[in-house]
């Protein structure tokens, strides 16, 4: 353990989304509903959905690489590899299928970590304790989703709102003493279970119990998780400003998750942000989970709308209920 604190760089962010576009005039043929009651009460036009043998292993696999190209580490020097999933291919174990994927020869920790749409930075979280402390220097988080298959698609409630997409970034020690992590925190409060789950459906022993489960889809309480997300965030992201010792002044972009535009607008009201300075990009991606806040970032960087070289409030929420937030430096050359 190092007897100080090992700062922390972000050396490299991916994604990849499916090339399967479902909008929503395509959803009217599943459903009653319009472009105009989905686009005015999400700001989501259309989505990506994976299609035929694609899954979110081969999302997370491109998005891995995308980030560790962008890093410029040699994959075998990664030392763990942890995936962010909530809507998983592989329960045993999406980091271990990474592992797989990317060719790693060396035997590192791989495992994945379920805090639904608030992964990544639960998992950055993870990544600053274990690189700060010194146990791990080059850590690669990929948040993937495979959404589209564990929705209900006669729900029209909740299925208009999901996309599939994967987003990775690689973390390692910083060798020029400035940690990039500028604050972080993340949160949860079970007592809200109830407004997203998405139950387990395996079959008991036949001499226990016999039975036929139907498979599980994701439930969701839409009205109720709104109001949840729209009462505790704007406050939330407001005070993890203030308590880092920065102003709202200090920070040139607000990219959250990518749930709903009105959830956004409320942080961006309470924050008091022009629309140029917050992210939005779930027009055309819907919700991709944990993947969505990487995907923001690269594709925001990518159309000029986000310099490099600035500092970020991310900001997230999910299933659980978790949320969490994070003040992160964008250094020139990760995306
Ligand atoms: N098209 C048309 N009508 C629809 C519809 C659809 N896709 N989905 C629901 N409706 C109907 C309902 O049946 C209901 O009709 P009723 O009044 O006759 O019963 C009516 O619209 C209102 O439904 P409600 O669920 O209360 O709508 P809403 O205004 O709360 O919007 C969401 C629903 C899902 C768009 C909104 O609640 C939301 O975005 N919540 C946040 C969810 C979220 O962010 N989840 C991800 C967390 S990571």
Not at 186 to 191: K, M, V
Request: net charge negative; proline share 4%.
């Amino acid at each position: 353990m190092a007897d100080k604190l090992i700062p922390l760089k972000i050396a490299g962010i991916g994604y990849c989304v499916p090339e399967t576009v479902v909008t929503n005039d395509d959803l009217t043929k599943l459903y009653e509903t319009s472009d105009e009651w989905i686009y005015s009460r999400t700001g989501i036009k259309e989505r990506r959905l994976v299609s035929g043998n694609e899954n979110a292993i081969d999302l997370g696999e491109k998005a891995a690489k995308d980030a560790i190209a962008k890093s410029g580490i040699d994959p075998e020097d990664l030392d763990m590899i942890i995936a962010a999933s909530a809507a998983p291919i592989e329960i045993y174990s999406m980091g271990c299928q990474i592992h797989k994927r990317l060719g790693i020869k060396k035997q590192v920790p791989a495992f994945d970590i379920s805090a639904a749409c608030s992964g990544l930075i639960y998992g950055l979280s993870i990544a600053k304790g274990l690189i700060n402390s010194g146990m791990y220097k080059n850590i690669l988080i990929v948040a993937t989703d495979n959404n589209s298959k564990l929705l209900d698609w006669t729900d029209r409630g909740t299925s208009i709102l999901f996309g599939d997409g994967a987003g990775a970034m690689v973390v390692t020690a910083s060798d020029d003493g400035v940690d990039d992590i500028i604050s972080i925190d993340i949160r949860s409060d079970g007592n809200y279970d109830h407004l997203i789950s998405l139950p387990f459906s395996g079959k008991n022993c036949p001499l226990v119990e016999p039975n036929d489960v139907l498979p599980s889809t994701i439930k969701m309480n839409g009205r109720g998780v709104y109001a949840f997300v729209v009462k505790i965030l704007p406050n939330y992201v407001d005070n993890l400003i203030k308590n880092s010792g920065l102003t709202v002044d200090d920070i040139d972009y607000l990219i959250p998750h990518q749930a709903n535009v009105r959830i956004i607008q409320a942080v961006q009201e309470r924050l008091n942000l022009p629309d140029e300075k917050v992210i939005t990009n779930l027009k055309y991606y819907g919700n991709t989970s944990a993947a969505s806040i990487p995907i923001a970032i690269v594709e925001s960087v990518a159309q000029g709308k986000v310099k490099l070289g600035s500092k970020v409030v991310l900001c997230g929420f999910g299933a659980g209920m978790t949320w969490g937030g994070a003040i992160v430096r964008l250094r020139e050359g990760i995306c």
